[in-house]
């Protein structure tokens, strides 16, 4: 079987406006990016306000395994099964980061012929979106020092500088360092350090705008230090967002690019869901809504980080209503879940999975609380035996939804269409989603119903310092806003190796952060990072470029 690579290389990719044209999207309105890949002019974008919009459908999944799910995979998958059965289909992902393509996640364009081309862009460089995202920080991150070494007029405590830098790679060594060393002429010494610009509040700003000028005034509202009376300043303050805002001009367009199958697919917006809120850009996913009459999205790791801020976060702000949710699990990952080592995941281990439905059972309770219908994709390894996916049926019927057999990774749509079939009659039957809390519901308890109703927590630790920010943040009028939990994608605990559907565990708070402009409050739970660090063998130490000079070893 040719690899996912080989495979993408061989693909005949179609025009650009031949695929536009799928969507009635006139020539004139792409902004090409060589011949393969364009950007969707924002006038056009604005044209489309008041027409309906199509079904949303979202890709979710387990929680995540190193046997792997297949979330992306998936996406593309059902979105090409949707046009083969004549449905007008478009897909909506999120941006590749170079942190884990450099790491060991690896690429984000899907697998085998279920596959967003071209691969090798759009997993490294793309159209610069990141660039821009990184740019526009770290501008903004300079002036806030340059600020303070002209004379601080603002006062700002150089101690409650809140701002950090960002960098799209995974880089321990600058999660806390100290800036502005050397002499007088450097600057104000003081500590700080670097997130990952997935995890950048200009990312969730640039995510959850639908035009420049909301744009703009995210950015305006960014809380980047505090006085010494802990009053707040913010990136107006400083006097940046217009500046950042030309940095991001060109990077708030959506880009529109293809799947093996001729298949439009809108590729835009970058957020981790373990340390952000983990879903492509609204302005790609409301474009998609008025030009299709089904949109497949997906949202990061599983349903208990990915969906739930999907639900919580995106839909809210963005007043969107999902038709239907796929819940994608595999044999090998829930085997993982039932104890089965890596190793011995191609043994035959009904016990095993059975077990490990637990974890596929808490995540279909999770996603039916919303509201929404939900059919489970099982997506398919060569591996699998009858027996082991008769397992998976069962447990799905058993909680009153149906599992079907997915082969798009072999297959491409064709291995799709039972699951297109049957999203499609989902999105004609009602939806009755509701976010998990409402607004008014104070910030504590909306992290205390996120662990309990979620997680299965027994109970939410905090210490007096974070049960205090918390209070601030409320008496300074953000208490309305939702909560963006940063905790491992591992497990519905904060403890990576505990697997399956654990209960009644304790939930540890170390940090809440308030992002001001992007509208949420950030809930950092155990050891989570927001700059990730590279494995003891990154897959960068195999990655180059082979005689031909083309690259190896990325995927």
Avoid at 362 to 368: C, D, F, P, V
Wanted: proline content about 5%; hydrophobic content about 45%.
């Amino acid at each position: 079987m040719p690899t996912d690579i080989e495979i993408a290389r061989a693909a005949k990719l179609r025009p650009m406006p031949e695929i536009a044209a799928k969507l009635d999207i006139p020539e004139d309105a792409l902004i090409p990016y060589g011949r393969d890949k364009a950007k969707i002019d924002a006038g056009f974008i604005a044209g489309l306000n008041g027409r309906e919009n199509g079904n949303l459908i979202l890709v979710t999944a387990i929680s995540p395994t190193p046997a792997g799910e297949g979330k992306t995979t998936t996406t593309v998958g059902l979105g090409d099964g949707l046009q083969r059965i004549g449905k007008r289909a478009a897909i909506c992902i999120r941006e590749a980061s170079l942190g884990p393509n450099f790491g060991m996640k690896g690429g984000a364009a899907g697998g085998g012929h279920a596959q967003i081309v071209p691969m090798e862009s759009m997993n490294l460089h793309f159209t610069g979106d990141f660039h821009a995202i990184t740019s526009a920080h770290n501008l903004l991150a300079a002036m806030i020092d340059n600020h303070i070494y002209w004379g601080n007029s603002l006062e700002i405590d150089e101690r409650r500088v809140t701002w950090k830098r960002v960098l799209d790679m995974n880089d321990r060594a600058l999660r806390d360092i100290v800036v502005s060393l050397g002499g007088v002429t450097n600057g104000f010494p003081r500590q700080s350090g670097f997130d990952i610009t997935v995890a950048s509040e200009v990312m969730a700003c640039l995510c959850l705008s639908r035009d420049l000028a909301e744009l703009e005034d995210r950015l305006s509202r960014i809380i980047v230090a505090y006085r010494r009376d802990r009053s707040p300043v913010t990136c107006a303050d400083i006097g940046a967002q217009g500046a950042m805002v030309v940095l991001l001009k060109d990077a708030l367009q959506p880009n529109l690019v293809q799947t093996l199958e001729g298949t439009p697919a809108f590729v835009h917006g970058g957020p981790f869901a373990n340390i952000a809120h983990g879903c492509n850009s609204v302005i790609a996913t409301q474009t998609a809504l008025k030009l299709a009459d089904y949109v497949v999205t997906e949202a990061g790791f599983g349903a208990d980080l990915g969906a739930e801020k999907f639900f919580d976060i995106k839909c809210r702000k963005a007043g969107l209503v999902p038709a239907a949710t796929v819940l994608v699990a595999t044999v090998r990952a829930l085997k993982m879940n039932g104890g089965v080592a890596k190793s011995d995941l191609g043994v035959e281990n009904v016990a095993a999975v059975q077990k490990g439905c637990a974890n596929l059972d808490r995540h279909i309770a999770n996603t039916k609380a919303f509201g929404v219908p939900v059919v489970v994709a099982i997506n398919h390894f060569t591996s699998d035996t009858e027996a082991e996916i008769e397992t998976i049926r069962q447990a799905a019927r058993a909680q009153g939804v149906e599992a079907v057999l997915c082969t798009h990774w072999a297959d491409g749509g064709a291995g799709t269409l039972e699951l297109a079939q049957k999203v499609a009659e989902l999105c004609e039957g009602p939806s009755c989603f509701a976010p998990l809390y409402p607004d008014e519901m104070g910030l504590f308890d909306k992290i205390d119903t996120i662990a309990r109703r979620i997680y299965h927590a027994g109970e939410v630790i905090a210490d007096k310092t974070i049960l205090a920010q918390l209070r601030d943040y409320e008496a300074a009028g953000y208490g309305s806003l939702p909560i963006c939990m940063a905790k491992t994608q591992y497990s519905f605990s904060s403890d990576p190796q505990l697997l399956g559907a654990p209960e009644g565990h304790s939930l540890p708070i170390r940090e809440v952060r308030l992002s001001a402009g992007a509208g949420f409050v950030v809930v950092i739970c155990g050891e989570i990072m927001t700059m990730p660090g590279l494995p003891r063998h990154p897959a960068a130490e195999k990655i180059g470029l082979d005689e031909s000079g083309q690259i190896a070893g990325l995927f």
